[in-house]
């Protein structure tokens, strides 16, 4: 008993000298995690302890449980028409109100119908209840040749719609469409309220450009890129005849060394990939990479296609949203090959250098990549500046980690540390700031999030949040981290201190 007494006692006073070590103990210099957000200076640094946020739950809230049925009903909808009818039929969001919000809405709405024979086509409920000028119903389901709609288009009524002349009337294929969905029934899709405004629900002209090309084969879709891609490089460059490499993804145009093409190829499919696990790009078309070997060609480029100037450090562009979505770049080595030794340094203060001599800051694929991510970001939001230049200088330093681009940008961080991150970071997320810090300051929050392993996982949720209302950062930050402005800069400062000081 005494013996047994003893060792509880031993056991008791372990435990106690335990509790008393960890209430004295020096806060660790690593950034810990926990259920809350703060930041404050423990031994002159920042100690940083933030939480992000749990993903989303089931919700089972009204509201969600209304839009999924809503969803449901309408796929189920979708089906049992396109059983119904092996064409799939005529569906006035895809196929009627489309023509009526861009060839009608702009005379015929509630503003504007005082002056336009008072007649309202601004929703669905209006366009098929609402009398003609002789009382007569304007949309008579079943029967076209009763509806004055399709008798003023076709012009078998007076005036003829749309006014304006031949070069306003619709097109033979869009007046028959209105009246085959006439004489289907005139109905609207499952789901949708009749009384929204048309140009609500209406297909845009990149839905319905999608829906085409997905019907398309594979080799149709690639011929209209290469169409298209050597339409435009004729207008840039009418001299030189591109050649053409096509990939999973790409057609590349450009006269360079099979083996560079190969290789930049090889490695854009993989930095692709990950670019849309971040930005939720959706598009059936491949891009189309215009590759110039000078300067001019480049330039040329951006006046004719673009019918825009660019700025003297300019040596990318790029438009995913067109509906034959591309790049262009001029190539850093100028179509000759890399060195060996360029395309991976050994040191980072080595520069690539082409077979001229001259400096070649990043590989092909490098800069490609760059202007991939900016274009994903500019296509499917409206980021803020240092989020879409920092995401697109994120993933080219992936591809070029060692380069002198790589390089700059961590120096130029550093730089913005030594002069105040909290306030001079501050100021570039307000927007504020030269081009060169926005971009490696952008750089260095994105390299932050998502290399710490901690905060990888909710990086895709935060940029989609950005993307959808950049200018709520504090929400965004909340709603994804938990994590308030200040931490957020604490943080991210703290990781510029920790790995690119050794960089620079």
């Not at 389901?141 to 031949?166: A, D, F, I, V």
């Not at 990149?206 to 829906?211: A, G, V």
């Not at 215009?290 to 019918?307: L, Q």
């Not at 980690?401 to 730089?415: H, V």
Request: hydrophobic share 35%.
């Amino acid at each position: 008993m005494p013996r047994l007494l003893w060792s509880l006692g031993c056991v008791c006073l372990t435990l106690a000298l335990i509790f008393a070590f960890e209430a004295v103990s020096p806060a660790s210099d690593t950034p810990e995690l926990s259920h809350k957000s703060s930041g404050r200076l423990v031994g002159g640094k920042v100690r940083l302890v933030f939480a992000p946020a749990k993903k989303p739950k089931k919700s089972n809230s009204k509201k969600a449980k209304a839009e999924m049925t809503a969803e449901s009903d309408s796929a189920d909808s979708d089906k049992a028409a396109d059983a119904g009818n092996p064409t799939g039929g005529l569906k006035f969001s895809r196929d009627i109100a489309p023509i009526l919000v861009s060839n009608c809405m702009g005379c015929h709405n509630e503003k504007a119908m005082t002056k336009n024979g008072k007649f309202d086509l601004s929703t669905f409920e209006k366009l098929v209840n609402q009398p003609a000028a002789s009382g007569d119903p304007s949309v008579v389901p079943g029967k076209p040749e009763e509806s004055h709609l399709y008798l003023r288009l076709t012009g078998e009524e007076k005036p003829r719609m749309p006014r304006g002349g031949n070069n306003r009337r619709l097109s033979e294929n869009a007046i028959e469409k209105i009246g085959q969905w006439v004489k289907e029934g005139a109905k609207l899709d499952a789901g949708i309220d009749p009384k929204a405004q048309l140009a609500s629900f209406a297909a845009s002209p990149e839905q319905l450009r999608k829906d085409e090309l997905s019907k398309m084969s594979g080799d149709q879709r690639d011929k209209i890129v290469e169409t298209k891609g050597l339409e435009r490089w004729k207008q840039a460059n009418s001299k030189v005849t591109p050649e053409i490499t096509p990939s999973k993804s790409f057609l590349l145009f450009g006269n360079l060394p099979k083996d560079r093409v190969t290789a930049s190829l090889k490695t854009l499919e993989t930095q692709w990939g990950q670019i849309k696990s971040l930005v939720p790009v959706d598009s059936v078309q491949k891009v189309g990479l215009y590759v110039f070997n000078d300067r001019t060609s480049f330039v040329e480029f951006a006046r004719t296609v673009e019918k825009r100037d660019v700025e003297s450090t300019d040596n990318i562009t790029s438009n995913l949203s067109d509906s034959e979505p591309y790049i262009a770049v001029i190539d850093p080595a100028g179509g000759k090959e890399e060195p060996a030794a360029a395309a991976a340094p050994k040191k980072a203060s080595r520069s690539r250098r082409s077979e001229g001599g001259a400096e070649v800051e990043r590989s092909l694929a490098g800069v490609i990549t760059e202007a991939l991510a900016n274009g994903a970001v500019k296509r499917e939001g409206k980021a803020p500046v240092w989020l879409s230049s920092g995401i697109g200088a994120y993933f080219s330093a992936k591809v070029d980690p060692r380069s002198t681009f790589a390089l700059k940008l961590r120096r130029t961080a550093f730089d913005v540390f030594d002069q105040g991150w909290v306030s001079k970071g501050s100021e570039i997320l307000g927007g504020e700031g030269k081009v060169e810090d926005i971009r490696a300051v952008g750089y260095a929050m994105v390299e932050t999030m998502a290399t710490d392993p901690r905060s990888r996982p909710y990086v895709s949720r935060f940029v989609r949040e950005m993307l959808a209302g950049g200018e709520k950062l504090d929400d965004c930050l909340q709603g994804t981290f938990e994590m308030s402005r200040d931490v957020y800069l604490a943080w991210t400062g703290e990781f510029v201190q920790e790995h690119f000081a050794s960089r620079r």
